[in-house]
């Protein structure tokens, strides 16, 4: 089953000689359940990629769709409340409110959109995250590496059409690098979990299923593996 679908997906900024082709384009699916990687030097388009698949951007030209609804044309209002039912966002930095605890920050999302929390489903999420026994405490007595697996548990409380990963390793050593990767494999496997993994980052990229290389805006390289 299409998860997501881009079809002519261009980005320009700017007007005149300051006009700057961000992606000139872009074509392509994702399978529900596919943990997809997507690389590509600084500058290459990926960010402003994800940017448009998480309606945080619009595209100049060309249409996304997402579960089934095309999110190119979405205002302002719109775009947040698909932002908050259908895309989770895991960045780098792990903006977290530092006032709320572990537990409350997983579940600010269902509670700005007064839905109830599924009590086992947060369950399965903290287990499988090795966070279940942090739930009390504040996100600054936390380590990077655990205060990512929070990012990432808040992400996907509301079980998204997509989860987006924007180099969620990049504030990391080696060792929590390593965790991070193999806690979104395992939300791809444990829940069905459809992962975009945007990095620059070689092994990383190697743990998903197929990696899409970008440069100059453009998909150069669209390979499954194994």
Sequence with gaps: MEILRCEGVRKVYGSGQNQVTALQKVDFAVEKGEFVAIVGSSGS?????????????????????????????????????????KVGLVYQFYNLIPTLTVKKNIIMPLLLDKRKVNQEYLEKIVNSLGIADK??????????????????????????????????????????????????????????????????????????????TIEDGCIISDQKRG
Excluded: C, W
């Excluded at 388009?45 to 951007?57: A, C, N, P, Q, Y």
């Excluded at 992400?155 to 080696?174: K, M, S």
């Design 45 to 85: 388009g990926k960010s402003t990629l994800l940017h448009i698949l998480g309606s945080v951007d619009s595209p100049t030209a060309g249409r996304v769709f997402v579960d089934g609804e095309d999110i190119s044309k979405l205002n302002q209002t719109q775009a947040a409340i698909f932002r908050r039912r």
């Design 135 to 212: 739930l009390a405490v504040l996100p600054n007595q936390l380590s990077g590496g655990e205060q990512q697996r929070i990012a990432m548990a808040r992400a996907l409380i509301y079980r998204p059409a997509l989860l987006l990963a924007d180099e969620p390793t990049g504030n990391l050593d080696q060792k929590n690098s390593k965790e991070i990767i193999d806690l979104l494999k395992l939300s791809n496997q444990n829940l069905n979990q459809t992962i975009l993994l945007i990095t620059h980052d070689e092994k990383a990229a190697l743990e998903a299923d197929r990696i899409i």
